[in-house]
């Protein structure tokens, strides 16, 4: 684990299971979930393509009222504008959409690596108390599990008696083992790691889709991916500024309605003032910024790294070198043998077992 406790190395293989960014499943979704996105209510989450969208349907309802009597413009030149419009706001909605079909490609592969042990529940924390078998998935925050040497943690938790050696390379990378005991600051420990001595008995901390691992899996999607500071200012700023162009361009029609009354001309068509509005607003800021985000985090997975906050992802732009103070951050974590070289008389089963 590396200093900022907010990248980690994971042991299962997504870079072999990394999905192209042209894979038809995730591009047909994608497209599917375009459509999906124009519901308001999804829309009004980011300002700049909430009123994107809100052009798209004026121009829309102006265009067949156009086709029934004459209109403000003609209607072919309204179609135009009103197509753009909806291109405008498809595509970011397509990007996003594709943003997070790759995140959860990765994500699945994760869920993969994630198994559903059954669990020893205990009545009270003691080694004396009656032990219920139960699944994993069952376990609850509060709920007391003994786990004893060769058990697979089922859930996260704490640990209220009992001084075992843990194996937790598959989500720190460490490859050698750690204690874990109650009390102090090495108390806590995490669900799918391996008790490899002795026994804990464990306070559950966590209900199921909150652990540790179930956290990850959400950053990647991008479902409940958290927003850096940078990233909240700037939603500030692109919301505010189009509130300001909102009220320029709404105020540019009064004025020519006096000077067409004045000069015995025509007023701007409403028409062109939606295209005025969506030209000067930052749509293209507003549109991709979600999708930006999304896709950090699945370039960092892509290298096997998995970042539990926006500000993490900000961060990785920016690192020229990063110095590791083990080898299990860098390697597949728990120790591999790739060959053994038995001396004269020894059989290579009994070197292994050595």
Not at 251 to 280: D, N
Request: aromatic share 6%.
């Amino acid at each position: 684990r590396t200093a900022s406790d907010d990248i980690y190395k994971v042991m299962t293989q997504t870079k072999n299971n990394s999905k192209s960014i042209l894979d038809s499943a995730i591009l047909w979704k994608a497209v599917i979930d375009s459509f999906v996105k124009l519901d308001p209510r999804v829309q009004a989450r980011n300002p700049v393509m909430f009123v994107v969208e809100l052009g798209s349907v004026i121009t829309t309802l102006l265009f067949f009222a156009a086709l029934s009597q004459p209109g403000e413009a003609a209607p072919a030149f309204i179609f135009s504008i009103s197509i753009w419009l909806w291109i405008t706001v498809l595509f970011a909605n397509f990007a996003e959409s594709m943003a997070e079909g790759r995140g959860k490609a990765q994500a699945d592969s994760l869920r993969k690596s994630r198994k559903d042990v059954m669990a020893k529940k205990l009545a009270e924390a003691s080694l004396k108390s009656a032990i219920t078998a139960v699944s994993a998935s069952e376990l609850r925050k509060g709920d007391i599990a003994l786990v004893e040497a060769g058990d697979t943690i089922p859930c996260d938790g704490e640990v209220i008696e009992g001084v075992a050696s843990v194996d937790e390379s598959a989500i720190t990378g460490e490859s050698a083992p750690v204690i874990r005991e109650s009390g102090g600051d090495r108390s806590a420990v995490t669900g799918g790691t391996r008790v490899l001595s002795d026994w804990l008995i464990v306070r559950i901390s966590a209900n199921p889709g909150e652990t540790f691992l179930d956290r990850m899996i959400s950053m990647v999607e991008g479902a409940k991916r958290q927003k850096t500071p940078n990233e909240i200012a700037l939603n500030i700023l692109l919301a505010a500024l189009t509130l300001v162009f909102l009220l320029v361009t709404f105020t540019l029609y009064p004025f020519s309605s006096y000077s067409a009354s004045v000069s015995h001309g025509q007023p701007v068509s409403l028409t062109v003032l939606v295209a005025l509005l969506v030209c000067l607003i930052p749509t293209t800021i507003g549109g991709l910024l979600s999708a930006i985000g999304i896709a950090g985090m699945d370039r960092l997975i892509k290298a096997n790294v998995i970042a539990m906050s926006g500000r993490a992802v900000e961060a990785a732009g920016d690192v020229d070198m990063l110095l590791l103070d083990k080898t299990g951050t860098i390697t597949m974590g728990n120790r591999q043998a790739t060959l053994f070289v038995a001396a004269k008389g020894v059989s290579e089963s009994e070197l292994a077992d050595a």
